[in-house]
């Protein structure tokens, strides 16, 4: 697989890629809410990653406070 040709080297997520050993980041292609879909530059592997940030991730803290 090639790299996409709608990455933007200035939008990276920094994690690493789980198929090879990737300090440098990962380019951000998509983002929905609290999901990214990012591309190793090593390796060209593409996959939606859940950052459990914002809307959607995280625990439900509607309940919290007085009643």
Do not use: E
């Not at 939606?48 to 995280?58: I, P, Q």
Request: proline share 7%; hydrophobic share 30%; glycine share 12%.
């Amino acid at each position: 697989m090639a790299l996409d040709p709608s990455v933007d080297i200035g939008r990276k997520v920094w994690r690493s890629c789980s198929h090879c050993p990737n300090a440098d980041g990962l380019y951000l292609l998509k983002s929905n809410a609290n999901l990214v879909y990012v591309q190793c530059p090593l390796c060209h592997n593409q996959w939606w990653l859940d950052t459990k940030f914002g809307r959607g991730g995280g625990p439900d803290k509607s309940g919290i406070g007085p009643s």
